[in-house]
């Protein structure tokens, strides 16, 4: 049973007007007595929330910060149902619309949408519909709940897909199909030109050089059909926030344009989430599928409080791997951590596959060394100074090691990875 304001304020007058003519408990007991029974007149008249009938349709995966749209379709097979239904969601599922007004006749159907902005990746489940039904005289009613199980996924936003066409348009120059014809220092054999001075002397071929009579030089496009394997660092270095958001999304976002932009330089992309277990696995999609298919296995990974267990991360990378490969790592540049854990573990990677660790730099430390209005602040500029030298040390100690480190702050990190890997491809080096 469910009062409404208007049994509350019909009881309050009744009381004080016999307060007012009549007062005696008797006839405060009378005025109390004939409210309960209007109440549960109308609660007898009012139509049964139980025996409404509901089924769900609309979107089921969205990128996070657009709007979904899911709607309700309810039945009504008995009385009319008047009153206010809830669509309850969790917070993160960013509910924008408040509870629907409902007048459904018997017999009829209605439709009503809610609308969604998911806060949060991953997986929004809807947590029950609840019905007020209030009766004719509006004094009081019914209310019932019912589970009506809908699931939207929060997809990865991909926000770097607006770099893709630049480096589209480099890969482009670099496979000879612009008018520039820049080729590249792979090792599929292209075509033969006249030598330049400042050629690589070893590109020059002898016998077309005898038969032409002057210096010919054979030219290379990059090789295609390369795998890549990005490798996302899910482990506590990935949980701290760069910006507006965890190193992990930064992460996310810069592994989804190097799959795009591989995928179109005809590699074969594959992605493991990782710390001290495997949180995402996608094996060498079909082209087509590369992008919906790390979306959506990244969509549920989040940054685990444990120290990621680098000798898990490139034993599952070996396994994965026969020929020469590209490997990407996308972690944090934490001295300590790569020295202890990674660096100790990283030379069967490096014989056997080229290696790129990728990680998202804090701004807000450029910003802090900067910094010299004060006491606090010149400690604060010493440390963020401190903290710098040790990732130039640790970034000349990687590149040592044969690892090419790619250390950028959020907004680059995407754009600046894609153009490593096209450095690469111009290179010969996949």
């Known amino acids: 049973m469910v009062l409404t304001g208007r049994a509350g304020i019909l009881a309050a007058a009744g009381v004080v007007f016999v307060a007012l003519v009549m007062p005696s408990w008797a006839g405060i007991g009378v005025v109390v007595a004939s409210v309960l029974v209007v109440c549960l007149v109308d609660i007898l008249l009012a139509g049964s929330p139980r025996r409404l009938q509901f089924e769900r349709e609309g979107d089921n995966a969205v990128r996070l910060g657009e709007p979904a749209a899911v709607n309700l379709l309810i039945t009504n097979p008995g009385r009319r149902v008047r009153g206010l239904l809830r669509d309850a969601w969790p917070p993160s599922a960013g509910v924008l619309d408040p509870p629907h007004k409902l007048d459904l006749p018997s017999g009829e159907r209605r439709r009503l949408t809610t609308h969604l902005v998911p806060t949060r990746r991953g997986d929004r489940k809807a947590y029950r519909v609840t019905v007020r039904a209030v009766g004719p005289l509006g004094f009081a009613g019914r209310q019932g709940s019912h589970q009506v199980p809908w699931t939207v996924r929060a997809l990865p936003p ?28 792979g090792t599929e054999f292209d075509s033969l030109r006249d030598y330049v001075p400042g ?40 949980a701290g926030r760069v910006g507006d958001a965890p190193r992990l999304d930064h992460a996310m976002d810069a592994a989804l344009l190097l799959a795009a ?22 094996r060498r999609p079909a082209p087509q599928d590369v ?21 898990v991360v490139v034993s599952q990378v070996l396994e994965r791997l026969g020929q020469r490969s590209l490997v990407v790592l996308l972690t944090g540049l934490d001295p300590a951590v790569i020295e202890e854990s990674l660096l100790p573990v990283i030379g069967p990677l490096l014989r056997r596959h080229v290696v790129v660790l990728a990680s998202v730099a804090d701004p807000r430390l450029t910003e802090l060394e900067a910094t010299r209005g004060d006491l606090l602040d010149v400690y604060g500029a010493a440390s963020a100074a401190r903290t710098r030298l040790d990732r130039e040390r640790l970034t000349a100690t990687l590149a040592r090691a044969g690892v090419t480190v790619v250390d950028e702050p959020p907004d680059q990190i995407a754009p600046a990875l894609a153009d490593t890997y096209l450095t690469l491809k111009k290179a010969g080096r996949l």
Not at 205 to 211: I, Q, S, V
Not at 261 to 282: I, K, Y
């Open 158 to 185: 991909f926000k770097s897909r607006k770099h893709l066409p630049s480096r589209l348009a480099r890969l482009r120059e670099l496979d000879g199909r612009t008018a520039l014809l820049v080729r590249g220092q």
């Open 199 to 238: 050629d690589d002397v070893r590109s020059i071929d002898w016998r077309a050089t005898a038969r032409r009579g002057n210096v010919v030089l054979r030219t290379w496009r990059p090789e295609r059909d390369r795998q890549v394997v990005i490798v996302i660092d899910s482990g506590r270095l990935s």
């Open 261 to 282: 932009l591989a995928t179109r330089a005809g590699d074969r992309v594959s992605l493991l989430a990782c710390d001290s277990a495997v949180r995402a696995d996608v």
């Open 291 to 311: 992008l919906p298919s790390f979306v959506n296995a990244l969509a549920n990974v989040e940054a685990e409080l444990v120290q990621t267990d680098f000798r």
